[in-house]
């Protein structure tokens, strides 16, 4: 069973090499959506099945913290899992987005490797029982987590 | 600017276009002859951070620069790449460069990085950067790449 994975980043070249490397990873892949910011992201997971959401921080009209911290207090949407693709990685910012409940964390610049490891591992803790029937992966990466 | 932060600069910088655009810096610790300044079309990249610690660097990327790391960032043609591409890659390199370097110089992220901005300019030349205290220029396969910042 393939994976909605929303895309949230202000840089459409961004987006783009974000899309390109979940699609060689392996995973499958049902739709991408896409966001320019955490507002955008907000109005598609309102009328979206949404499985991931892979976001930035450092965006424009709504960020990826205020983002994390509205799906986190939504009774459906704090189901679905939020990882950051960001240069923002200090203990400070860290901590934060841990303590609203980010599943994972990827600092820009990242190896595709890196992406592809840490996307499996969240989608394995929220989804096991529909990667059931997907090839194993071994690890390729470490989480900045 | 002190050779430990130009260290930092270049090991931060080096990280992220060797990473993502597969692309090697070399530092330049003089400036290049007149005639090898390579004035032309060039991307203008700015960003700012302020809050435990401020600043402002500025990126200029000769075209041919700013257009061959588009390539290798996409994975597009050269023929298919876009000014906007371009422009959008540029701004996205000043903000994983200056995220990277206030990692290292704020781990306690208190400053917060500013949204990055980055336009064409169709006839810009070097040479009005040099002299400037926060000038760092690094030489690539692609032409120099300038960097005018100030961290306090």
Redesign the interface.
Known sequence: MAFNILVTD?????R??IK?TVSMSGVPVGEFHEACNGKEALAILAETWIDVILSDI???EMGGMELLKKVSEDEDLRKIPLIFI????????KEEAKKFGVAGYV?????PETIKAILYEVLEKAYAHRLEDQPGEEDAGESDF | MDQDLRRVIFETFS??FE??FFTFLEPLEEAPGKEDLGQGRFVEAAISYSGGCNGRFLFYFPWELGKNI?VN???VDEDGVQE??VK??A??TA??A???L??KL?????A??A?PQARVLAEFSPETLLGEPGLCMFSTEFGILWVVGTHA
């Open positions: 202000d840089s459409e070249t961004m783009a090499v390109k450092n965006m424009p960001t240069t923002e990685a200090s203990d400070a910012r600092k820009k610049p990242f190896q | 990280e992220v990473t993502m588009t960032f996409l994975g906007g591409q959008d890659t701004a996205e903000n994983m200056i995220g990277g206030l990692g704020d781990p306690g992220g208190n917060s990085l949204i």
